[in-house]
C-alpha cells in the first residue's frame, strides 16, 4: 500500500455564477444562475487524490457554517479527523464561469487563515518518513509545515496559488515536487517565456521536480532525468475550468505515490483532467477506473516506443484548464508523442 498524502488545504463555500462574460472593471453583470458547491483548492485536490486512489489525511480548518464540508469530504473517502472547527466563518470564493468556461475568482479566507503551527505539528506527529506533503497558498501555517515535514524526513509537494509575498519565501529548495501555472511561475523567477520559468523554477527546486501548467498550451515537466511536454488535446465543451488544475495535481501525485514514471503520471493526470471541464467543486475529478487509466498509458507507450530514461523531450496529450478547438494530432509513428483518447 502507498503511503498517505497529509494534504495541508482550504475548504470553502464557493458561490459559482453563470454569466454571458466576465465582469470588466466597473461593470456590473446579471447572473444566469448561482450555485452552491464545496470547493477550496485544497478540498479539491483532496477529493481528486482519493478518487485516483490514493490514502489522504486532509489538515485545516472550517468554521460551524462549513460542517457539511467535512461530511462531504468524509464521504469520498479522505481522513478528516484533522480537519478543525474554528471560530471564524468558512472560507468563501464568490466564482464568475462565462459560456466559454474561463472564470474568474475572489477568495475569502476565513477559518483557512486559522490554521496554527500546532494543527499542523498534531497532524503530522505520526506521518512516515517519505510519505507526502501537499500544501496550496490558501491557508496559514504552510511555511512552518514545509520546514517540519523536511525535519520528518517527507517528501513535499507545494502549488503555491494563489502566490503573494509570503509565497515567494516558501523554502522551495526543499520542496520535492513544485505545480505552478504560468502567471505564478513568472512571478517567482522573473521570467516570461515557459523555457526560461522552467530553467529558473529548477535552480530553485533543486532536489525535485517542476511542473508547469500552460493552459491552452498544455504543461511542462522537468526533473532530474529530463523534461516532458504535454499538448492540450481537443474537447467538445467545457463547462467549468475551475477545479481543473486541482484535478491534474491531484491524480498526478496519487500516480506518483504509487511509484509511477513521470510519462505515466502525466498520462493519468490528463486523462482525469479531460472530466474537469465539465464539473465544479469536489466535482472535479469524475470516479475513473485506475486500471483502465494505466491500460491506456501502457498502450501509448508502447505505440511509441517511448524511451525509458526519458532523456528526450516528449509529448503527452493533455487538456488544461480551457478548451482547444484543434488538437496538436501528430502520426502515431512520430517518436516521443502521447496522445491521451477519450
Same mark, same amino acid.
Given at each position: 500500500?502507498?503511503?498517505?498524502?497529509?494534504?495541508?488545504?482550504?475548504?470553502?463555500?464557493?458561490?459559482?455564477?453563470?454569466?454571458?462574460?466576465?465582469?470588466?472593471?466597473?461593470?456590473?453583470?446579471?447572473?444566469?444562475?448561482?450555485?452552491?458547491?464545496?470547493?477550496?483548492?485544497?478540498?479539491?485536490?483532496?477529493?481528486?487524490?482519493?478518487?485516483?486512489?490514493?490514502?489522504?489525511?486532509?489538515?485545516?480548518?472550517?468554521?460551524?457554517?462549513?460542517?457539511?464540508?467535512?461530511? *462531504?469530504?468524509?464521504?469520498? &473517502?479522505?481522513?478528516? %479527523?484533522? @480537519? =478543525?472547527?474554528?471560530?471564524? !466563518? /468558512?472560507?468563501? $470564493?464568490?466564482?464568475?464561469?462565462?459560456?466559454?468556461?474561463?472564470?474568474?475568482?475572489?477568495?475569502?479566507?476565513?477559518?483557512?487563515?486559522?490554521?496554527?503551527?500546532?494543527?499542523?505539528?498534531?497532524?503530522?506527529?505520526?506521518?512516515?518518513?517519505?510519505?507526502?506533503?501537499?500544501?496550496?497558498?490558501?491557508?496559514?501555517?504552510?511555511?512552518?509545515?514545509?520546514?517540519?515535514?523536511?525535519?520528518?524526513?517527507?517528501?513535499?509537494?507545494?502549488?503555491?496559488?494563489?502566490?503573494?509575498?509570503?509565497?515567494?519565501?516558501?523554502?522551495?529548495?526543499?520542496?520535492?515536487?513544485?505545480?505552478?501555472?504560468?502567471?505564478?511561475?513568472?512571478?517567482?523567477?522573473?521570467?516570461?517565456?515557459? *523555457?526560461?520559468?522552467?530553467? &529558473?523554477?529548477?535552480? %530553485?527546486? @533543486? =532536489?525535485?521536480?517542476?511542473? !508547469? /501548467?500552460?493552459? $491552452?498550451?498544455?504543461?511542462?515537466?522537468?526533473?532530474?532525468?529530463?523534461?516532458?511536454?504535454?499538448?492540450?488535446?481537443?474537447?467538445?465543451?467545457?463547462?467549468?475550468?475551475?477545479?481543473?488544475?486541482?484535478?491534474?495535481?491531484?491524480?498526478?501525485?496519487?500516480?506518483?505515490?504509487?511509484?509511477?514514471?513521470?510519462?505515466?503520471?502525466?498520462?493519468?493526470?490528463?486523462?482525469?483532467?479531460?472530466?474537469?471541464?465539465?464539473?465544479?467543486?469536489?466535482?472535479?475529478?469524475?470516479?475513473?477506473?485506475?486500471?483502465?487509466?494505466?491500460?491506456?498509458?501502457?498502450?501509448?507507450?508502447?505505440?511509441?516506443?517511448?524511451?525509458?530514461?526519458?532523456?528526450?523531450?516528449?509529448?503527452?496529450?493533455?487538456?488544461?484548464?480551457?478548451?482547444?478547438?484543434?488538437?496538436?494530432? =501528430?502520426?502515431?509513428?512520430?517518436?516521443?508523442?502521447?496522445?491521451?483518447?477519450?
Amino acid at each position: 500500500m502507498s503511503l498517505p498524502v497529509y494534504n495541508l488545504g482550504s475548504l470553502n463555500l464557493d458561490r459559482v455564477m453563470r454569466v454571458g462574460h466576465i465582469a470588466r472593471p466597473g461593470e456590473t453583470l446579471a447572473a444566469r444562475s448561482i450555485a452552491l458547491f464545496a470547493g477550496g483548492k485544497g478540498a479539491n485536490q483532496s477529493v481528486a487524490l482519493a478518487r485516483a486512489g490514493a490514502r489522504v489525511v486532509h489538515v485545516g480548518c472550517v468554521g460551524d457554517d462549513g460542517r457539511w464540508l467535512v461530511e *462531504k469530504l468524509a464521504a469520498e &473517502g479522505v481522513d478528516t %479527523r484533522f @480537519v =478543525r472547527v474554528a471560530p471564524a !466563518l /468558512t472560507g468563501q $470564493a464568490i466564482i464568475q464561469v462565462d459560456d466559454a468556461g474561463e472564470n474568474a475568482i475572489v477568495v475569502y479566507g476565513g477559518s483557512n487563515q486559522q490554521v496554527t503551527p500546532a494543527d499542523v505539528e498534531h497532524a503530522l506527529a505520526d506521518a512516515p518518513a517519505e510519505s507526502w506533503l501537499l500544501a496550496q497558498n490558501e491557508t496559514s501555517a504552510v511555511e512552518h509545515a514545509i520546514r517540519l515535514a523536511h525535519a520528518r524526513g517527507m517528501r513535499i509537494c507545494l502549488n503555491p496559488a494563489p502566490l503573494d509575498e509570503r509565497a515567494r519565501e516558501y523554502p522551495l529548495e526543499l520542496v520535492h515536487l513544485l505545480c505552478v501555472n504560468e502567471t505564478e511561475g513568472a512571478a517567482l523567477t522573473g521570467e516570461s517565456s515557459a *523555457k526560461r520559468i522552467i530553467d &529558473g523554477l529548477r535552480q %530553485r527546486v @533543486v =532536489r525535485g521536480e517542476v511542473l !508547469l /501548467t500552460l493552459g $491552452a498550451s498544455g504543461a511542462w515537466y522537468a526533473g532530474p532525468r529530463g523534461e516532458l511536454r504535454a499538448d492540450a488535446p481537443r474537447v467538445a465543451m467545457v463547462v467549468d475550468a475551475t477545479a481543473a488544475g486541482d484535478t491534474f495535481l491531484g491524480y498526478y501525485l496519487a500516480a506518483k505515490c504509487r511509484g509511477l514514471e513521470p510519462v505515466e503520471c502525466l498520462a493519468r493526470a490528463c486523462r482525469a483532467v479531460r472530466h474537469a471541464g465539465r464539473c465544479n467543486g469536489f466535482d472535479t475529478a469524475r470516479p475513473s477506473d485506475c486500471r483502465r487509466l494505466a491500460a491506456i498509458s501502457r498502450h501509448r507507450a508502447q505505440r511509441t516506443n517511448l524511451p525509458d530514461s526519458l532523456s528526450l523531450t516528449d509529448v503527452v496529450g493533455y487538456h488544461g484548464c480551457r478548451a482547444s478547438s484543434q488538437a496538436n494530432h =501528430r502520426e502515431p509513428g512520430n517518436r516521443g508523442n502521447i496522445h491521451v483518447g477519450q
